[in-house]
């Protein structure tokens, strides 16, 4: 942790936020010296800059930092990395950032990957008062940080095993259940199609399940997609397609994000979190293109291509989720390259048979700055994914639509009057922005817990 929780500041460098605005209206009150130095180093109050201002001793004696705004997410993530090591503290000087932002900011911009590559540097630390503001912001932290740690491993240090292992540790931590069906006990606990993706693989797929919560809440399911490195099967990718593909575990990784937040902050429901496991490699046992698996639900799918082989786990895991009649289920995954073209890497792609879910949600994403934009489950395009030797196949008759085309098949396996929403994400960024390190992401995730706080908590 680099957020110390401690009610004195001694020994600890203030720190002034400003925005533009608030710096112009400051700036006149300012000692002269200090004006002229700000002026010399070019510091307007603009967002993610800072400036350093020394002492007559020449020691550090305060810091300038620009935000876009004080309650962004982001607000001080531009700091810890970059200000000398050493403890700091917010000045009642400036604007005022909640603890809750300023613990989440400062955590998020801590982050680094650092399993194989030391840090060159110790991120500097911030003091602040504690209170259940600051200890949410940690705890969204804290959730987000170790959903990145899970997308960045790479796939040999993080297959089905480590997945589950990484589930187990989670359970553990918050007094949850773990249990797991591996290998050919998927086949006598009928998925036969997480089996049927996995099996190909030397690591044995699995279905994941945790569970948490006092019986009488009410039931929440979350079911991440877990291909812990998708070579795309015997439709195998190019190079650059296959490059990432240790990410393809990233809608597991932030359903257990998810669960991490839901159990930290005691949210009541009964959680059961999904996580089919698979690694979809090619042997000579690998299922092929013109196969057809009959999926947990009975359904018989048609593969149209191995490398449409999210949702063909999934089927299997929301079918199973959908038997326990939840209040709620929400699935993530790294689905389709379409829904990226549509809306590109930050905005992840929210399915709901609900427009004013969709509304409501959008909107609080817009809210939260952890933002989703809602696509359609366009019914008539059910026809081009009809199968005419099976139910349904797992590719789309034409290129366009592919992420509706995704969705529309994981329709089909979620019961018509179950609440479900089905989210399309990226889980990676591929740009470096303060507190967003190019690698794993967590997205939704904050703008979810809030969703289901209102829904659940009040
Ligand atoms: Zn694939």
Not at 30 to 55: E, I, Q
Not at 131 to 149: H, P, S, V
Not at 173 to 201: E, S, T, Y
Not at 292 to 305: C, Q, Y
């Amino acid at each position: 942790m680099h957020v110390h929780l401690k009610k004195s500041v001694a020994h600890a460098t203030p720190i002034v936020v400003l925005d533009r605005a608030s710096f112009q209206a400051l700036a006149p009150k300012m000692p002269k010296a200090t004006r002229n130095w700000l002026a010399t180093v070019g510091f307007v109050g603009a967002p993610d800059t800072y400036a350093l201002l020394p002492g007559d001793d020449g020691k550090l004696k305060k810091v300038f930092a620009g935000v876009h705004s004080a309650q962004h997410p982001f607000a001080l993530s531009a700091l810890p990395q970059a200000l000398p090591v050493g403890k700091y503290h917010l000045s009642d000087e400036g604007l005022s950032v909640p603890t809750e932002q300023a613990a989440l900011s400062w955590e998020l911009g801590s982050y680094l990957f650092d399993l194989y590559k030391p840090r060159k540097r110790e991120a500097a630390t911030l003091v602040l008062p504690p209170g259940l503001n600051t200890e949410r912001g940690l705890a969204l932290a804290t959730a987000i940080n170790a959903t990145r740690d899970l997308v960045n491993t790479p796939a040999e240090h993080m297959g089905p095993e480590e997945l589950a292992q990484a589930a187990e540790l989670v359970a553990k931590h918050h007094g949850g259940k773990f249990k797991q069906i591996v290998g050919d006990a998927l086949l006598k606990h009928n998925f036969p199609a997480i089996h049927a993706v996995g099996r190909a693989a030397s690591r044995a797929p699995r279905l994941i399940e945790l569970t948490w919560g006092k019986p009488g809440h009410p039931l929440l399911s979350l079911v991440g997609k877990g291909v812990c490195f998708d070579s795309g099967g015997l439709d195998i990718k190019g190079a650059d397609g296959m490059r990432q593909m240790k990410k393809d575990m990233g809608g597991a990784a932030n359903a257990l994000g998810l669960a991490t937040m839901i159990m930290t902050l005691k949210l009541p429901v009964r959680l059961q979190v999904l996580i089919p496991a698979v690694e979809n490699a090619i042997s000579g046992n690998a299922y092929r293109p013109g196969d057809v698996i009959k999926s947990r639900k009975g359904l018989h799918i048609e593969i149209g291509n191995t490398d449409a082989e999210g949702r063909v786990v999934l089927a299997d895991a929301l079918a199973y989720a959908a038997e326990h009649k939840p209040e709620l289920i929400i699935d993530l995954a790294t689905l389709t390259g379409a829904a990226r073209v549509a809306l590109g890497a930050q905005l992840p792609a929210l399915f709901t048979r609900f427009m004013d879910t969709g509304r409501e949600l959008v909107d609080l994403g817009l809210k939260q700055d952890d933002p989703l934009w809602h696509m359609p489950l366009w019914a008539p395009y059910q026809e081009g994914i009809a199968s005419s030797i099976g139910d349904i196949v797992n590719t789309g008759r034409n290129a366009l639509a592919g992420a509706i085309n995704a969705a529309l098949f994981l329709e089909h396996f979620v019961p018509q009057q179950q609440d479900w929403l089905h989210i399309d994400l990226f889980a990676w960024n591929d740009q470096a922005r303060p507190g967003r390190p190019v690698g794993g992401e967590a997205q939704t995730l904050r703008t979810l817990l809030v969703y289901l706080e209102e829904r659940f908590a009040n």
